[in-house]
């Protein structure tokens, strides 16, 4: 069984920044095959894809966060990191993270990001 340990959520103000960390256990993020994703949620919506980076480092994103979101993964350290730079109001949100690997997708528990003044 995969697991995430989400962390760098809370409390920044309009224009800040926050670093969003995935660590999985296993060797799941590494694994060539696995893409992995940021997707976010808030109440009464659906969930919604951030970012996404696959085994080969291609990358993509929602046209709301591409030029201020920035998906990386550290193989040798199971991780996979979103950077977000100028934070609006409505980045407000909880973000997950997600593995998807030979038709199988694995979720974190979520963290939650708030941009308030």
């Known amino acids: 069984q995969v697991q995430f340990v989400e962390s760098g959520g809370g409390l920044v103000q309009p224009g800040g920044s926050l670093r969003l960390s995935c660590a999985a256990s296993g060797s799941i993020v590494r694994d060539y095959a696995t893409m992995m994703a940021w997707y976010r949620q808030v109440p009464g919506k659906q969930r919604e894809l951030v970012a996404a980076i696959t085994g080969g480092g291609s990358t993509n994103y929602a046209d709301s966060v591409r030029g201020r979101f920035t998906i990386s993964r550290d193989n040798a350290k199971n991780t996979v990191y979103l950077q977000m730079n100028s934070l609006k109001s409505e980045d407000t949100a909880v973000y997950y993270c997600?593995?998807?690997?030979?038709?199988?997708?694995?979720w974190g528990q979520g963290t939650q990001v708030t941009v308030s003044s």
């Open positions: 997600k593995a998807s690997q030979w038709g199988k997708d694995y």
